[in-house]
């Protein structure tokens, strides 16, 4: 456990890499820093490909990738903890979006390792409940089920909850300045221009809710995973003042580029603009 997080997996793999290269060589611990990174942009251009097309996908995979306000998950090997989550994450997703009980299996294992790697998976796990909850989808359950059981007897066993009750109060300024620097990073703007880039988000979002178009659930899903992952990190870090930390803008960052992804309109301009 580190800080809350159940590093079980950024543990192993560098137990490996000590085993095999030793502490003498720091190239090998950058390069698994940089291959989670290059998986998590992957995984957006496959998640926002699949639902949206090829333009959509590769300019939502691009931003993420050159996401240099997010530096600290790119170069730091140390962050392959949190990534390792969001990569995780984004395949649960992206298995979840065709029914059968082999992606379903695929994707109870994903959620595992994202719930294994930091408690960020705490966030995804709860925006895929959210996902199949609202899609009336009761047989696929025991996705969630399975890995949280798995997830719930670690923390009984090794667990430290770093939740502080009293950060309460600071939680509505948080999840404000923590959404405006997740749509700032990835414009590379002012956070006075990423709260007002929110306020047009949750325009577009509740434009696509009410209008009356397909996948609802699935936008809801994905809304409800940056704004708990911003609400749990409140509780337990308000008091600290960090809600635009590099390491955070960037986890808000991918899974506020597919939601935007998701919810913009189609023209032609559009598409055009976004490719750009």
């Known amino acids: 456990s580190h800080n809350g997080h159940p590093s079980v997996v950024p543990s192993g793999v560098f137990r490996l890499l000590f085993a095999v290269f030793g502490i003498d060589d720091y190239r090998p611990f950058r390069a698994a820093g940089i291959l989670v990174h290059l998986f998590v942009m992957v995984a957006v251009v496959a998640l926002v490909w699949s639902r949206k097309g090829p333009v959509l996908g590769l300019a939502a995979g691009a931003v993420v990738g050159a996401m240099g306000a997010g530096w600290q998950n790119i170069l730091w090997p140390f962050q392959i903890g949190m990534n390792g989550s969001v990569a995780a994450g984004l395949l649960v997703l992206l298995l979840l979006d065709r029914p059968g009980p082999r992606r379903s299996a695929l994707a109870a294992g994903a959620l595992l390792v994202s719930l294994a790697c930091s408690s960020i998976g705490i966030s995804v796990a709860f925006g895929v409940a959210v ?120 986890v808000g960052g991918v899974f506020v580029a597919v939601i935007v992804a998701e919810v913009l309109p189609r023209p032609r301009t559009v598409l055009a603009a976004s490719a750009v």
């Open 131 to 250: 996902r199949l909850g609202l899609a009336r989808r009761w047989r696929e359950w025991w996705v969630v089920l399975g890995p949280g059981v798995c997830y719930g007897i670690w923390f009984l066993v090794y667990g430290e909850s770093s939740l502080r009750w009293g950060n309460a109060r600071l939680v509505p300024g948080y999840l404000l300045d923590a959404s405006s620097g997740a749509v700032a990073g990835l414009a590379a703007r002012p956070l006075t221009v990423g709260a007002l880039g929110s306020g047009v988000l949750l325009v577009l979002c509740a434009r696509r809710l009410v209008g009356g178009e397909s996948g609802r659930a699935h936008v809801l899903g994905l809304l409800a995973i940056p704004l708990s992952f911003w609400l749990l990190t409140g509780l337990g870090r308000a008091h600290l003042g960090e809600p635009t930390a590099s390491r955070y803008v960037f």
